[in-house]
């Protein structure tokens, strides 16, 4: 499917702090979500996943928090640190369409010295 | 996971002109994806890369602009055609891990369309 952003929504966060990037997305019959993580002349880097039969997974500093009532995910980093300044990505995939992912609009994380 | 290589990293073409974008898989994969990602934009599926027979292309895209080929389990190209400014973009490329449901991306490709 195609995503349409003009821009990208931002997120700017002190050095230390925890971060928090919300995702809605589109299919309720979606049963996989995936975050990714892409920095400045990179392609997307796979961060962590989630199935529709969980609504909670950790990571190395990383949680996914899964509400399929609302169709939100969010993503968030603990102890952000300068290295996670990137747009993050959310991707979801919906049973029956060939393994393809669906993308977010992206947000862009800023971590402040 | 699966590493994915791309080339060339970036290119600057002429318009009129064509490009391939290859792209290598480090392991045998079921499915492979190309992508268009767009400055400040997220990522839209051009096409499905089949092994052995024609991709399967998403709306908007046409196999006459981006001919693709998948000689085998580990290896693709898109050829981006008859170039024009509005081609300018990154052109990514994906795999599917042993899960065959997550996708690992490669460096993508830099094209500027003079």
């Known amino acids: 499917g195609e995503s349409v952003g003009l821009h990208l929504p931002s997120l700017s966060v002190q050095e230390g702090d925890n971060s928090i990037i919300n995702c809605a997305y589109s299919?309720?019959?979606?049963?996989?979500f995936i975050w990714y993580k892409q920095e400045s002349g990179k392609g997307p880097q796979f961060i962590i996943d989630?199935?529709?039969?969980?609504d909670k997974r950790q990571g190395q500093r990383v949680t996914v928090l899964l509400n399929k009532t609302v169709k939100h995910l969010s993503l968030q980093i603990a102890a952000t640190q300068p290295g996670d300044s990137a747009v993050y990505f959310c991707?979801?995939?919906?049973?029956?369409?060939?393994?393809?992912?669906?993308f977010g609009s992206g947000t862009q994380l800023t971590v402040l010295p | 996971s699966a590493v994915i290589s791309q080339k060339p990293s970036r290119d600057i073409c002429q318009r009129g002109t064509s490009l391939t974008i290859q792209c290598q898989v480090d392991?045998?994969?079921?499915?492979m994806f190309w992508y268009r990602q767009q400055p400040g934009q997220s990522l839209t599926l051009i096409a499905t890369?089949?092994?052995?027979?024609?991709?399967?292309?998403e709306s908007g895209f046409v196999i006459d602009k981006f001919p693709i080929s998948r000689p085998n389990l580990t290896f693709s190209t898109l050829t981006v055609s008859n170039m024009s400014p509005e081609d300018s973009s990154i052109y990514l490329c994906?795999?599917?891990?042993?899960?065959?449901?997550?996708?690992?991306f490669g460096p993508g490709t830099r094209l500027l369309v003079l």
């Open positions: 991707a979801e995939n919906t049973p029956g369409s060939a393994r393809q992912l669906t």
């Open positions: 392991s045998q994969v079921t499915m």
């Open positions: 299919n309720s019959a979606s049963d996989y």
């Open positions: 890369a089949n092994q052995g027979s024609e991709a399967t292309y």
């Open positions: 994906s795999a599917t891990g042993q899960n065959q449901e997550t996708q690992y």
């Open positions: 989630i199935r529709s039969n969980m």
